[in-house]
């Protein structure tokens, strides 16, 4: 079963920085698409940012983009998420998923989620 573990989230002033990462267990992440996605209260999940099972193409919303990193450690069987300058706007629950195909951050390719973590960006 396909399982995978989001972490790195807390509370952060604007303008700080956090790093999430998505480990997986159970199986081998390099073959995965991994996306990032976060839900705010009262809104709907929308799409972070993808990487393909090699790390050569990724993809940002445009919201976070010159902002935000995706990254993977194959190696790790890891996926991170650097985020820089960040804004009360980010706050939300951001979870990871994996998708067989890289085709962006069309939600309905991904397959299996993580339980997210939560990022609150507050002075």
């Known amino acids: 079963q396909l399982q995978l573990v989001e972490s790195g989230g807390g509370l952060v002033q604007p303008g700080g920085s956090l790093r999430l990462s998505c480990a997986a267990s159970g199986f081998t992440l390099s073959v995965y698409t991994i996306g990032w996605f976060r839900q705010a209260p009262g809104k709907e999940r929308e799409g972070v940012s993808c990487i393909s099972n090699s790390g050569s193409s990724s993809n940002y919303a445009d919201s976070v983009k010159g902002r935000f990193t995706i990254s993977r450690d194959n190696t790790k069987n890891t996926v991170y998420l650097q985020m820089n300058n960040l804004k009360p706007e980010d706050t939300a629950i951001y979870y990871c998923?994996?998708?067989?195909?890289?085709?962006?951050?069309?939600?309905?390719?991904?397959?299996?989620w993580g339980q997210g973590t939560q990022v609150t960006v507050s002075s």
């Open positions: 998923a994996a998708a067989l195909l890289y085709r962006g951050l069309d939600q309905r390719q991904y397959r299996s």
